[in-house]
């Protein structure tokens, strides 16, 4: 089992930068396949990126293309997500998921076991 706990949100104007952190407790981080999602007011929970287990394999939505970048430390437990070129249609509640898998990360978030609690990023115009 895994424990996740997101940080790093927070107000920023467009074209500006944020850096998310999702910090793991468990002794077997590298089994788990991770990603961030993020929810909007009044929608559901969208796939953001997503990291192997292996960290050799990423995936990005379309929207955020070439302005995101999720790594992962494992000696750490964690796993970050680097947020340039931030556009106010980024505002979000951003969600850290994990969950043991074989092959690539899916980008459904169904699939996932484990969740932290979020955290905001709000992009303002």
């Known amino acids: 089992q895994v424990q996740l706990v997101e940080s790093g949100g927070g107000l920023v104007q467009a074209g500006g930068s944020l850096r998310l952190s999702c910090a793991a407790s468990g002794r077997t981080f590298t089994s788990y396949h991770m990603g961030w999602f993020r929810q909007a007011p009044g929608k559901g929970r969208v796939f953001v990126t997503a990291?192997?287990?292996?960290?050799?394999?990423?995936y990005y939505a379309d929207s955020v293309k070439g302005r995101f970048t999720i790594s992962r430390d494992d000696a750490k437990k964690t796993v970050s997500l680097q947020m340039n070129n931030l556009k106010p249609e980024d505002t979000a509640i951003y969600y850290c998921?994990?969950?043991?898998?074989?092959?690539?990360?899916?980008?459904?978030?169904?699939?996932?076991?484990?969740w932290g609690k979020g955290t905001q990023v709000t992009v303002s115009s």
């Open positions: 990291i192997s287990r292996s960290g050799d394999s990423t």
């Open positions: 998921g994990a969950y043991v898998g074989l092959g690539e990360p899916t980008t459904v978030a169904r699939e996932y076991n484990y």
